[in-house]
């Protein structure tokens, strides 16, 4: 959000209400028991996540099959439960209920330059697709430009491109 | 805009670019011929659609069967053929083509006193429901508080909290 010059929408009193309401009603139409953690504009403000998301890097680059289970279970700790996911201790956590192997020097390497890199490098590839926020989507097709999608709401415009029926949400498969 | 405190998105650079390639996105789905105005941004800030505004409002208090082809005029000319609307000429080009009776006594009022106090009376209401922004539409259901929505991307919400189902753009009915 920064490299982009983009400011949070949160900031804006009349957004944030709005933002919590329109929040409300989504999780009711997806099916999904989403909750606006309580301090989500500490979280917002104090690069809460960093860890878990060098955490996510090194998971994809040393085992790539746990990388969605460890993001779904850390997107259900922040926006359903309200549980930390900022500390190491909350990473471990993770870990254990997923049974992630080698978690030890996954967490190890959280710290490391070459997983601080990765992550820099995976926020210079969203920056150079003019990415302002997330989640960022971007469609690849050969012999065609690249798409760009920002938000949880371009669903029907991405199926659309794509000749496909969007067909709402999927409760059942979640 | 500026009684919410908002400030428009296409003044980020990357947001301008999104907004402009999400627009054409959208006219493909909704099967809608939008073409952004060459000059969107010199027309968002200089207050270019306040007599159109106006000239709405006595509409509606005079004559409101014709609030919505005119407004619908007014939207084709701003968004679909890059037509002016910001002189009287036309506004009178609009009630011309769809033959609106007493137009220029209408047209004589855009700077009446009456007029200005309704479209400050419609400002006010629409910043009593917390709007930052338009569309807003405000959901009214007897017994039940009122929803607001933002934005045209929001009728699937919209629809679930009906109760109903969202079928996609009826491209047939446009």
């Not at 890097?57 to 040393?62: K, M, P, Q």
């Not at 930390?84 to 909350?90: A, K, R, T, Y």
């Not at 050969?142 to 409760?171: H, M, S, T, W, Y």
Request: proline share 7%; net charge negative; charged share 30%.
């Amino acid at each position: 959000m920064v490299g982009s010059d983009n400011t949070p929408p949160g900031l804006n009193p009349k957004k944030a209400a709005y933002m919590a309401s329109d929040l409300e009603k989504n999780a009711k139409y997806w099916g999904l028991p989403i909750k606006m953690p309580e301090e989500f504009f500490k979280l917002m403000s104090s690069n809460a996540n960093l860890k878990a998301q060098r955490f996510l890097v090194a998971l994809e680059h040393e085992n790539p099959d746990y990388l969605r289970p460890a993001a779904r279970e850390l997107w259900y700790r922040m926006w359903s439960r309200d549980e930390p996911i900022h500390e190491i201790q909350n990473i471990k956590e993770v870990c254990d209920k997923l049974k992630i192997p080698n978690s030890d020097k996954l967490i190890s390497e959280i710290n490391s330059p070459k997983v601080k890199d990765l992550l820099k490098k995976n926020t210079e590839e969203a920056l150079a697709y003019e990415a302002f926020g997330a989640p960022w989507i971007v469609l690849k097709r050969e012999g065609e430009e690249d798409a760009c999608f920002f938000g949880g709401d371009r669903f029907p415009i991405l199926c659309n491109e794509l000749g496909i029926e969007f067909q709402g949400p999927l409760k059942s498969k979640i």
